[in-house]
């Protein structure tokens, strides 16, 4: 059973770090493109980081560019997103997706994806 779990979210205050976990099961991640999104109140989901399963490559969105990267465990077979820097903005709902086949900067757009965890939420707040 194809399965991915989120943790690590959590309350933070404006200039901290949070760390969040997606563990991957049923699947081996390092052969599938991996993406983080988030969900504000209100607004549509939006790609942060992803890497793509076409080249490796990292993408990030423009708001998190610097501060959010993302890193992968094989031998545990869990992605990781390090979040340094947060801001109020960042307050989300953060969900880590995975597919075998998201090629470039596509990545960073959701309907490519079968895969998806329950997602973790993370408030920005002093």
């Known amino acids: 059973q194809v399965q991915l779990v989120e943790s690590g979210g959590g309350l933070v205050q404006p200039g901290g770090s949070l760390r969040l976990s997606c563990g991957a099961s049923?699947?081996?991640?390092?052969?599938?493109?991996i993406g983080w999104f988030r969900q504000a109140p209100g607004k549509e989901r939006e790609g942060v980081i992803c890497?793509?399963?076409?080249?490796?490559?990292?993408h990030y969105a423009d708001s998190v560019q610097g501060r959010f990267t993302i890193s992968t465990d094989n031998a545990k077979n869990t992605v990781y997103l390090q979040m340094n820097n947060l801001r109020p903005e960042d307050t989300a709902v953060y969900y880590c997706?995975?597919?075998?086949?998201?090629?470039?900067?596509?990545?960073?757009?959701?309907?490519?994806?079968?895969?998806w965890g329950q997602g973790t939420q993370v408030t920005v707040s002093s």
């Open positions: 997706a995975a597919d075998q086949n998201v090629a470039g900067s596509s990545c960073l757009s959701d309907g490519w994806y079968d895969y």
């Open positions: 049923g699947f081996a991640l390092d052969y599938y493109a």
């Open positions: 890497i793509s399963s076409s080249d490796g490559n990292t």
